[in-house]
């Protein structure tokens, strides 16, 4: 019995060893990329199997219909594709091969990385792991005749400056990596650092390496890491982030995203790493709040501890504003005053030491700026919904609101800051601003008597505001169910349903406003480019973009704030076959 003990300990031991063994292989086999990558990237992408993304890519039925979209149509047309188109060709000729998808084709390889250092002029270096016999076989080598040979770190790299766009193309093979990059510099400094040099990298950056501490788990198919100190500032950052949200993500110094894949979802971890000293911008937990939203909502988002100035313009642009804004349009300037002391006889009574009586004009929505500004909001919940008519030619948009105070609402201060506020709007008396109760499955509430659909009711420390009235007991019906759910720090939730009734309802809806605003029936459509003119902006960019992820059921998003750093998931939920 003894050496039958003895033995298993034995075996277990030796399977121990075995397993630390193979562990030790695979890390020499997939090593940190970062380290070889020279330091000063704004920037640093790094794949498990690049060649795997891009066939994938190439082969989908999203990059075709994509392609077929007005959405890429309008891109091609704007000047960041000109920019870039015109670096592509810069590149081409430096390269002596058309720089295109076959060529990135041809030097896709499996575990790859890449570093951008200057967005401007697209200075780059790209890593990825390649056999030699493979190497050989790309177009690139196959005219490294063509090119100057330079050494660094005992080995031969390659490369030519085309004099006239001043872009240079340098590449090297050595160990199993191909190196590709538009600076001489970077391509030598990663023939140094796979020599083993003591030269700082990437991964030596205080912003890459404070990211990557902060990561979830393991690197997900595709790992992106950003120099936000770096990126925000500049011109480009302002030019071309389409969130246009610069000032909110001034705090941040690094981010750092890891993409999961599965047949079914696509997960993306995200942690963004606040400047020192800077506190969280919201607590609490949307849990509950959240558990509000109808199952069929076509998006809604909650958010702890909301900015009662926020709140307020949420509810004046989704529930509230019943009139537009209209700016009388100019056909000629205005006259110039030639006479810099204007005035005639008329005026020499009037006293010049007295300022003019200014007639003011009364804020309907101060009373409930108040009311919001004096309760303590915990969170608040936005829901939204579609109907359409029942042949298809209308589509509406349903809005419904639930605020949770740290204090019960008063219902009737309420109903009053909220009729002081939509008054000035709808009547100069007080026809079509009373409330009347209703009573429903979920108990009673009160509706607008005019013809502006708002339905109010408070539960307590919840107050709920909708535009429909099945929205709004659809609503307190989920209240009125609800249990208690244990506390899970997220200060963020959000979901947006792609389903295709709601793909249907967008087309709809929004191939009305664009025909309306083009002033034809058939404007929106037919701006295909064979006239020269841009894709309607939603029916036909936007719209072209839905359908290119038509095969996207939903996509949620969680966010905990922990003062230093903000962790987000994002779920795009696949449709099942």
Not at 302 to 329: F, G, H, I, W, Y
Request: hydrophobic share 40%; proline share 3%; glycine share 8%.
């Amino acid at each position: 019995m003894k050496r039958l003990v003895l033995g298993c300990i034995g075996l277990l031991m030796l399977g121990i060893a075995l397993l630390w063994a193979v562990s030790q292989v695979e890390q020499a086999r997939t090593p940190d990329m970062a380290s070889m990558m020279p330091d000063g990237a704004l920037l640093y992408l790094e794949a498990r199997d690049f060649h795997s993304l891009l066939t994938e890519w190439n082969s989908s039925g999203q990059k075709r219909t994509w392609l077929r979209g007005d959405n890429y149509q309008a891109f091609s047309r704007s000047r960041l594709f000109e920019r870039l188109s015109q670096a592509q060709d810069e590149f081409s000729t430096a390269a002596g091969l058309r720089t295109d998808s076959s060529l990135l084709g041809a030097v896709a390889g499996k575990q790859s990385s890449l570093g951008l250092y200057d967005i401007g002029n697209l200075e780059f270096v790209f890593v990825t792991r390649m056999d030699q016999h493979e190497v050989e076989a790309t177009p690139l080598w196959q005219l490294r005749a063509k090119f100057e040979q330079r050494t660094e770190g005992g080995a031969p790299f390659f490369v030519h400056v085309d004099t006239q766009s001043n872009r240079t193309a340098a590449f090297a093979a050595r160990d199993g990596w191909l190196i590709l990059g538009t600076s001489e510099r970077l391509v030598a400094g990663v023939l140094d650092h796979l020599q083993g040099t003591h030269a700082r990298t990437l991964a030596d950056e205080a912003w890459y390496a404070d990211a990557i501490k902060q990561a979830t788990g393991p690197a997900g198919d595709l790992r992106m890491v950003l120099n936000l100190e770096k990126i925000v500032p500049g011109p480009y950052f302002r030019s071309y982030w389409v969130q246009r949200n610069v000032t909110e993500m001034k705090q941040y110094t690094a981010a750092l995203s890891d993409l999961h894949r599965s047949s079914e979802t696509y997960r993306e971890e995200r942690v963004l790493l606040r400047k020192a000293g800077m506190a969280a911008a919201s607590s609490g937990d949307v849990r509950a709040i959240a558990a509000l939203a109808p199952e069929d909502a076509v998006f809604y988002s909650a958010q702890a501890s909301p900015d009662p100035e926020r709140v307020l313009s949420t509810m004046r642009e989704n529930l509230l504003d019943m009139k537009t804004n209209r700016t009388a349009a100019r056909s000629s300037a205005p006259s110039l005053t030639t006479n810099e002391n204007a005035g005639d006889a008329s005026m020499l009574e009037e006293r010049i030491d007295q300022a003019p009586v200014m007639v003011t004009t009364a804020d309907s929505y101060q009373p409930l700026r108040d009311l919001l500004r004096a309760t303590e909001l915990t969170s608040a919940l936005e829901v939204y919904g579609t109907h359409a008519s029942r042949d298809g030619g209308f589509v509406g948009i349903d809005c419904g609101m639930v605020i949770d105070a740290a204090q019960a609402w008063n219902d009737a201060a309420m109903r009053d800051a909220l009729t002081g506020a939509l008054r000035p709007g709808i009547t100069a008396a007080t026809v079509g601003v009373g409330w009347t109760k209703r009573s429903g499955s979920s108990g009673d509430y009160f509706a607008l008597d005019g013809p502006v659909s708002l339905y109010a009711g408070a539960r307590e420390r919840l107050l709920f505001i909708a535009t429909d009235a099945g929205l709004l007991e659809h609503m307190l019906a989920r209240q009125q169910a609800s249990t208690e759910s244990k506390a899970s720090g997220i200060t963020y939730a959000a979901t947006f349903r792609h389903e295709p009734r709601e793909q249907q309802n967008f087309r709809a809806l929004f191939g009305r406003l664009d025909r309306a605003g083009h002033g034809s029936e058939n404007a929106a459509s037919s701006a295909d480019g064979n006239d020269g003119r841009s894709p309607a902006f939603f029916s036909g960019n936007i719209a072209s973009l839905s359908k290119m992820f038509a095969s996207v059921d939903r996509e949620t998003i969680e966010e905990t704030d922990q003062g230093s750093k903000v962790m987000q998931t994002v779920v795009y939920q696949w449709k099942r076959n």
